[in-house]
């Protein structure tokens, strides 16, 4: 494939290429020669058919059964899918998805759920967002609520709107001004800074507090490290039920194994964490995965985040023959949505 990927190719297969991509996706009907040449390519029949024999060759196209059509291989779409992120301007501005967070806040779970219902309903593809992980975003408040003489809840929120909690139980009843004092003791040395395991060390174990102190901040820590343990990102998923219409009855077996890949969040994770360190749109097709069962499938995505930090990812997941263009367009507005919406989160 090294090889062919490579190759250069003249404006005339290049043309023909990319009008089988776009036809076949259209119809997904093998394209012929008679087509292209109906469709607006000016050669005659003879040298398209010629030129579709090339692209065949260098492995671009593939000739299914005895049908005089051409279907584009994984190559084919992957240089289709590149020349289309090539001509995209990244001072552009995004069209085609218009998301409303003016409700919001400063909510961004609520956001994430928002962009995949969207996504989902426009392009009736898989749409998948992953969230900013914890260790990218400051604590904004830390609650430390009594329930119980011998049951405290500790709340931690962030700054991009996540909560965690976790109730804590003690051998014998907790002093009530205790547990006050940790909580105005714990917004005074973590509010608006990033959650580490050293801060957490050195507020936590700070040779000034009494030994009162220290021993009741022991007993809740754990609500905090297990904040830092479970930094793996959180993964909004939307349009599950509405996939299965845009496979054909021989992908079937790939949508199985998309489904299953769904139930392993960390593995559709590690399908997008790739993009993270990039500011463009990416496409991923069919054999380009790790797992050889998904090779009917493909996944268009953009990064969305900070000026100077991409945070998560906007991704679509859908059969090969999916509508390119208008899957990256969708996930560049929702990307760029989100975007604005997150730096307005964290200025805050």
């Known amino acids: 494939m090294s090889d062919a990927i490579g190759r250069e190719l003249t404006p005339r ?14 119809t997904g009907a093998p394209v012929g020669s008679k087509t292209l040449v109906s469709h607006g390519l000016k050669a005659s029949s003879s040298t398209v058919r010629n030129e579709l024999s090339q692209l065949e060759e260098f492995g671009f196209l593939s000739h299914p059964h005895t049908s005089a059509g051409r279907v584009p291989t994984d190559l084919g779409y992957r240089f289709f899918v590149d020349r289309l992120i090539e001509s995209i301007d990244p001072r552009g501005g995004e069209a085609g998805l218009a998301l409303d967070f003016s409700q919001l806040r400063s909510e961004v779970d609520a ?50 709107g996540g ?32 959650l580490t395991a050293r801060l957490l060390r050195s507020r936590f174990e700070d040779p000034e507090l009494s030994q009162r102190e220290r021993a009741f901040l022991t007993e809740v820590r754990p609500a905090f490290t297990g904040v830092l343990e479970a930094g793996e990102q959180a993964l909004f ?13 021989e992908d079937l077996d790939g949508y199985r194994r998309l489904l299953e890949v769904l139930e392993q969040r960390a593995a559709l994770l590690g399908l ?45 997941l859908g059969p090969r023959r999916m509508d390119y263009v208008k899957a990256l367009d969708a996930v560049r507005a929702a990307a760029g949505e989100l975007s604005r919406f997150v730096e ?5």
């Open 13 to 26: 297969q290049e043309a023909i290429l990319v009008r089988v991509v776009e036809k076949y996706v259209e």
């Open 111 to 160: 956001a994430l759920q928002v962009t995949t219902e969207a996504l989902a309903e426009m392009t009736h593809l898989l749409a998948l967002v992953s969230a900013p992980p914890l260790e990218t975003t400051a604590l904004r408040r830390v609650e430390v609520i009594l329930l119980q003489p011998q049951l405290v809840l500790v709340v931690v929120i962030t700054a991009a």
């Open 163 to 194: 909560v965690m909690k976790q109730l804590i139980s003690f051998g014998e009843p907790v002093d009530p001004g205790v547990a006050e004092w940790a909580g105005e003791y714990l917004n005074e040395q973590l509010a608006g800074q990033q």
């Open 237 to 249: 998923v939307g349009g599950t039920a509405g996939l299965l219409d845009e496979f054909r009855a």
């Open 272 to 316: 997008m964490r790739a993009s993270l360190g990039s500011k463009r749109p990416f496409v991923r097709v069919g054999s380009e995965f790790d797992d050889p069962e998904l090779a009917r499938v493909s996944l268009v995505g953009a990064p969305y985040g900070l000026q100077h930090r991409n945070l998560g990812t906007v991704s679509l």
């Open 344 to 348: 307005k989160v964290y200025e805050d």
